[in-house]
């Protein structure tokens, strides 16, 4: 039984209950469900990963790193980034390494973003943007992307920008709709913020993860866009480790400043060994040049396991997942969908309307092919016994 509490409290996030991800893993326990919803990966890392970082604990690598990271680890993202996208950052004022890509969205947000200003995403989006926006004080606005295709329409964005604007968030490789922006997108978005003091919040998580030869066009690899953007990373998404909870930001200097105000009081430094791990690792460039093909293996053995389902598979650009259609043979809410499809067939995916504020129903469903072989067939085999 639960300890009662005779305080009163006024939440600041009073809509914010148990949300469909619960409800999904909770079902999905229940019915032992083949797992394609998380977006996780269900293999294990690179062994010489593993031994890296517990070499750096063995060696006594098991207190306080710097505040903003360790200088090996933030010089050697810097060199990654000046020769992927030609972007020179400085390890010291312009690099920090935080506790997950999640937490340096916060900070971003945080650190830039005040009471009575407006923020700009789009959706689908990752859930957590318009929250941490709301506690801020600030509002959050959501452009729906276009569908089938998911892209942004630059119109309605130009609309959409008022005084108020303080920060556009961008997520590309994109979850969870799998697309990608282009050199072009990235030249109107350097158009409607010309002259401006809006800021680019840019969550690129699975910036190494594009497929069909695609080339990221993140921030970093456009100037005008890289002097107002806060460019947000992961090496959990990057190397298979989820669950070790380190990523990183870039920014000029005076971003930066603002975003570190907030880090060094909300966890001061990320893990230590974890660091010297991932410095090392990186000194391989083909440990994370290689993710491409590697997915990209998985998402065309998905593709091929589900040839025969009633499921109308739209094209994955990047990221780990895939969006399915299904509105050609039912009208049920993709909520219902998803939970028949744990009840009845015994997989998990996730409804695509819980990825909107206003829970706009598309009637699609995403998978996530971040898995094991063993488990792509299992799930796809659940879901072509779905009856049209």
């Known amino acids: ?12 996030l009073p809509d914010v209950g148990t949300t469909i991800f619960s409800v999904i893993g909770q079902l999905s326990a229940q019915h032992n469900a083949i ?27 098991n207190q306080y790193a710097p505040m903003t990271g360790l200088p090996a680890l933030k010089e050697a993202l810097a060199q ?10 400085d390890p010291a004022s312009e690099v920090l390494i935080t506790g997950s890509a999640s937490q340096g969205l916060y900070m971003a947000i945080s650190g830039l973003v005040h009471p009575g200003d407006e923020v700009i995403f789009f959706e689908p989006a990752f859930d957590s ?75 690129e998580v699975y910036e190494h993860i594009l497929y069909d030869g695609r080339a990221h066009c993140g921030m970093a690899t ?34 930066m ?46 593709l091929a396991l589900m040839q025969d389902s009633p499921f109308r598979l739209l094209p994955s650009a990047g990221s780990f997942f895939m969006l399915a259609s299904y509105g050609h043979f039912s009208d049920e809410a ?3 969908m998803v939970k028949r499809l744990i009840t009845d067939y015994g997989v998990a995916t996730i409804p695509l309307s819980a990825f909107y504020m206003d829970g706009t129903d598309n009637k699609l469903i995403r998978l996530s092919f971040a898995k094991d072989d063993a488990t792509l067939q299992a799930g796809a085999r659940a879901l072509c016994q779905v009856k049209s």
Not at 5 to 10: D, E, I, L, P
Not at 38 to 58: T, Y
Request: neutral net charge; glycine residues 4%; hydrophobic residues 40%.
């Open 222 to 255: 456009h100037a005008e866009l890289a002097q107002r953007s806060v460019i947000v990373s992961s090496f959990g998404k990057t190397f298979h480790v989820t669950g070790w909870r380190v990523g990183y930001c870039l920014a000029p200097a005076a971003l």
């Open 129 to 203: 943007y318009a929250p941490v926006v709301r506690l801020q004080g600030a509002t959050p606005i959501g452009l729906k992307l276009q569908v089938p295709d998911f892209a942004i329409d630059w119109d309605e964005l130009r609309a959409a920008i008022t005084p108020r604007t303080r920060m556009i968030i961008i997520n590309t490789p994109h979850n969870p709709s799998a697309q990608v922006l282009s050199p072009e997108d990235l030249n109107q978005l350097a158009a409607l913020t010309r002259n401006t003091d809006i800021i680019v919040l840019s969550d």
């Open 35 to 61: 797992n394609l919803s998380q977006g996780a990966p269900n293999f294990p890392c690179d062994p010489a990963l593993v031994e890296a970082v517990s070499r750096a604990m063995r060696e006594g690598h």
């Open 1 to 12: 039984m639960p300890l009662s509490s005779s305080v009163h409290t006024q939440s600041k």
């Open 334 to 336: 993709d909520s219902e």
């Open 80 to 89: 990654k980034v000046n020769v992927l996208y030609g972007r020179k950052y």
């Open 257 to 302: 400043e603002e975003v570190v105000k907030i880090h060094q009081f909300m966890m001061f430094s990320a893990d230590t060994p974890m660091q010297v791990g991932f410095a090392h690792y990186l000194q391989n460039a083909q440990n994370y040049l290689s993710l491409s093909a590697f997915y990209q293996q998985k998402r065309d053995r998905l």
